[in-house]
């Protein structure tokens, strides 16, 4: 599927058909290609003479095959995070090319970023006027995006840490509460990773971008907003490292509450066997079989043996609980 933008007052507005399209490509500020087909990538490869790069190109992780010019047009691919309803994050490539003043964008995935920023560009004026301007205003939308899916996940880490400290006397009231934990925790530790990753190649692309405003003379305006998005990039990356040390201390303290509920559990075990030890010695001397054992023939045997068996249980348990062992 290929969407054809053009601009208009400041706006973006869609093409009708390809055919439309093609008939006025010198109006086209920015081409969408989302999960092309080949016949799709022909197409555009005659009318724009340039190669569009395949899905196993994309997915090259060589900065050369990421980074490139080509025939007169620049070739830029990042890993941007996608977040489908109900299933886990998804990372993808996305490559964006820089030709004769119009931006195409190839990806085989649906982040959100891409949405908003045709909804937002076809009601606000947002200085899309060319292709290098559309980049930037995209570039933008990304990371904004980013920056709220960090500040949620922020969020969902002081619950998860109010869950492990704030109601820690309760977890022994719900034995999968630690379990669930962590769970939470790898999944907030493979989010984060997943945006670090993507702030990571976005950050790359913006200084190569940086440079290519500067030799093509763009705008004074194109280059503060590159500038600022670099600025906005480092600063998120910063906070992503932030919460991924959080995160450690969360598994760590996780970890760690859960060698104390072991260590309680094995402690009440000892206490228990230490507990029935001097009864259970008791019974065993009064199970002997010798012939000359004063107790066997006394009227108040049973019940002598029985209250010492009592007793060598309560006294120790008592012990214990003086001491707060228990």
């Known amino acids: 599927m290929i969407h054809f933008y053009q601009a208009k007052d400041g706006r973006l507005s869609r093409f009708a058909s390809t055919d439309d399209a093609l008939a006025q490509l010198a109006d086209v500020v920015w081409i969408d290609m989302v999960y092309p087909v080949a016949e799709e990538e022909a197409l555009l490869e005659r009318a724009l003479n340039i190669a569009i790069p395949t899905r196993e190109d994309m997915a090259e992780i060589e900065i050369s095959s990421r980074v490139y010019g080509e025939g007169g047009a620049m070739f830029l691919t990042a890993n941007l995070l996608s977040l489908p309803n109900g299933r886990d994050p998804i990372i993808a490539p996305v490559t964006f090319v820089l030709s004769d003043n119009r931006l195409i964008t190839v990806r085989y995935h649906a982040p959100r970023p891409f949405q908003t920023f045709v909804e937002l560009s076809m009601k606000t004026q947002l200085g899309c006027s060319h292709g290098n301007a559309v980049l930037i205003a995209l570039f933008e939308t990304i990371v904004d995006r980013l920056a709220d899916i960090l500040e949620q996940a922020s969020h969902g880490l002081d619950d998860i840490s109010k869950s492990i400290f704030v109601h820690g006397a309760r977890i022994k009231r719900r034995p999968g509460h630690l379990a669930e934990v962590l769970e939470h925790i ?40 590159v500038k600022t998005l670099a600025r906005d990039l480092h600063s998120l990356a910063d906070y992503a490292t932030i ?84």
């Open 243 to 326: 919460q991924g040390q959080k995160v450690t201390f969360l598994l760590d303290a996780t970890l760690g509450m859960i060698n104390i509920e072991q260590n309680k559990i094995l402690g009440i075990f000892s206490i228990v066997a230490f507990v029935f030890l001097p009864p259970t010695l008791i019974a065993s001397l009064y199970g002997m079989n010798f012939d000359v054992m004063p107790e066997l023939h006394w009227r108040w045997g049973y019940p002598f043996a029985l209250g010492m068996m009592f007793m060598s249980a309560v006294l120790p348990y008592l012990f214990f609980k003086r001491r707060g062992w228990l």
């Open 186 to 225: 790898g999944r907030a530790e493979d989010l984060n990773g997943k945006v670090r990753d993507s702030l990571a190649t976005i950050d790359r692309l913006a200084g190569f971008l940086m440079q290519f405003t500067s030799a093509a003379k763009a705008d004074r305006d194109d280059k503060g907003r």
